[in-house]
């Protein structure tokens, strides 16, 4: 049983950053793992944010280009989400997940997310 489990959230400002961490486990698992970040606001669906595959590729929403990075630290087994220059829009739930791609449905293990909220 793979399990995933979110920290970091918060309250922040507009132009705040925020720093979520996804650890992975069992640890054995990490190496050979993509990662994606996903959220939902409240009366939206959930959607993607960032991704990273086992070897260190990156996918982004267009929404957070340049604003996010999604990181991996192997030695940790976990899986890092910077964000700046935060806005009210990224207010959400923040959920970790293992799996690849745009599509959230091809997305499984998922944490039990981490809330975060930006005032203006």
């Known amino acids: 049983q793979v399990r995933l489990v979110e920290s970091g959230g918060g309250s922040v400002q507009a132009g705040g950053s925020l720093r979520l961490s996804c650890e992975v486990s069992?640890?054995?698992?990490?190496?050979?793992?993509?990662v994606g970040w996903h959220r939902q606001a409240l009366g939206k669906q959930r959607e993607l944010v960032a991704a990273?595959?086992?070897?260190?590729?990156?996918n982004y929403a267009d929404s957070v280009k340049g604003r996010f990075t999604i990181s991996r630290d192997n030695a940790k087994n976990t899986v890092f989400l910077q964000m700046n220059s935060l806005k009210p829009e990224d207010t959400a739930v923040y959920y970790c997940?293992?799996?690849?791609?745009?599509?959230?449905?091809?997305?499984?293990?998922w944490g039990q997310g981490t809330q975060v909220t930006v005032s203006s």
């Open positions: 997940a293992r799996g690849w791609g745009r599509e959230t449905r091809a997305y499984v293990d």
């Open positions: 069992p640890g054995y698992m990490f190496s050979v793992t993509a």
């Open positions: 990273i595959s086992s070897g260190g590729r990156t």
